[in-house]
């Protein structure tokens, strides 16, 4: 069984970085893909970025740019490099993988294993 566990969330300004990490537990096999999801208040959960186990990168066009995810194989962990950030990426975030390439899998349901969530607030 997978176990996900994030870290690094808090509050910043408009503007500001912030880098969030999310250590994976247990057997974690190569062909597995990992994302960030993020739901704000009054918004529905939405898939930020996602990475497969080739290293294939997808964001969602609100964050393109801005945003960068990333993998250290060896830590067995998983980034979200947040750059210039809104006010409109304050939400909880949290980290999801699930077994196989992950290009079409965009909803919550989709995926297997969900860290506990982290939160982000951005102030103007």
């Known amino acids: 069984q997978v176990r996900l566990a994030e870290s690094g969330g808090g509050s910043v300004q408009a503007g500001g970085s912030l880098r969030l990490s999310c250590a994976a537990y247990?057997?974690?096999?190569?062909?597995?893909?990992m994302a960030w999801f993020r739901q704000g208040p009054g918004k529905e959960r939405e898939r930020v970025a996602r990475?497969?186990?080739?290293?294939?990168?997808t964001y969602v066009d609100s964050v393109k740019g801005r945003f960068t995810i990333s993998k250290d194989i060896a830590k067995n962990t998983l980034y979200l490099q947040m750059n210039s950030l809104k006010p409109e990426d304050t939400a909880m975030y949290s980290c999801?993988?699930?077994?196989?390439?992950?290009?079409?899998?965009?909803?919550?349901?989709?995926?297997?294993?969900w860290g506990q969530g982290t939160q982000v607030t951005v102030s103007s």
């Open positions: 999801a993988g699930t077994y196989g390439n992950c290009a079409f899998k965009t909803t919550g349901s989709d995926f297997d294993h």
């Open positions: 247990g057997y974690i096999p190569h062909n597995y893909c």
């Open positions: 990475i497969d186990s080739d290293g294939t990168t």
